[in-house]
C-alpha cells in the first residue's frame, strides 16, 4: 500500500464525535508501537529521516501540521488537520513534520518496536536504499 490519506471511521455524536482504529482492518499493519508529539515550539521540524522496515499512521488528533514525505522520485506534502484522518507511510519513505500549530497532538502507531538502527539520516543513502531495493519499496 502506498503513502495515503485513510479515512478513519467517525461517530458524529451531539455528545462529542468518537473515532477508532483497528490493526490490520484500518491500516495494514499490527500496532507494536505508539507515540506522540507535542508542545512543538512554532517554526520547529520533526522527522528528517525514512524508515528501512517500520510503517506509520499519523494523525493530527488536535491542531495541525503538515507532512512532506519523499518516495526518492516524487515529494508530497499532506496537511493534517482533522483527528479522522490518518496519514499511512509505507516503510522507505523520507518524511519531514513541519507548520505545527500551537497545541498540535501528532499520534503515531508504529508496526515496530523502537529500533535505532531502522533510521536512515541521510538523505543520499535513502536514495541508495531506494535504489538497490527497487523491488521492496513499491
Ligand atoms: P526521533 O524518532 O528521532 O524523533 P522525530 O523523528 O520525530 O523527530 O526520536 C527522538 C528521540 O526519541 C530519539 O533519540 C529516541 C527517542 N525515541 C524513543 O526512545 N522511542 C521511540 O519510540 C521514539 C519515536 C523515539
Known amino acids: 500500500m502506498k503513502t ?5 471511521p467517525k461517530y458524529d455524536d451531539p455528545r462529542g464525535n468518537l473515532s477508532f482504529i ?3 482492518n484500518h491500516i495494514p499493519f499490527k500496532i507494536e508501537r505508539t507515540y506522540w508529539i ?3 515550539p512554532g517554526g520547529q521540524t520533526r522527522g528528517g529521516h525514512a524508515f528501512k522496515e517500520q510503517q506509520e499512521l499519523i494523525v493530527a488528533l488536535s491542531g495541525s501540521f503538515d507532512l512532506v514525505v519523499d518516495d526518492g522520485q516524487v515529494k508530497q506534502t499532506f496537511s493534517l488537520n482533522r ?9 522507505g519513505i523520507w518524511r519531514q513534520m513541519q507548520n505545527f500549530s500551537t497545541n498540535s497532538l501528532a499520534l503515531i502507531l508504529s508496526s515496530t518496536h523502537y529500533n535505532e538502527s531502522d533510521y536512515i539520516y541521510d538523505y543520499n543513502d ?3 536504499m531506494r535504489r538497490q531495493n527497487e523491488t521492496k519499496y513499491e
Do not use: A, K, T
Request: net charge negative; aromatic share 22%.
Open 4 to 8: 495515503q490519506i485513510i479515512s478513519l
Open 22 to 24: 483497528e490493526e490490520e
Open 38 to 40: 507535542y508542545d512543538v
Open 126 to 128: 535513502f536514495l541508495n
Open 83 to 91: 483527528s479522522y484522518y490518518g496519514l499511512y507511510i509505507p516503510s
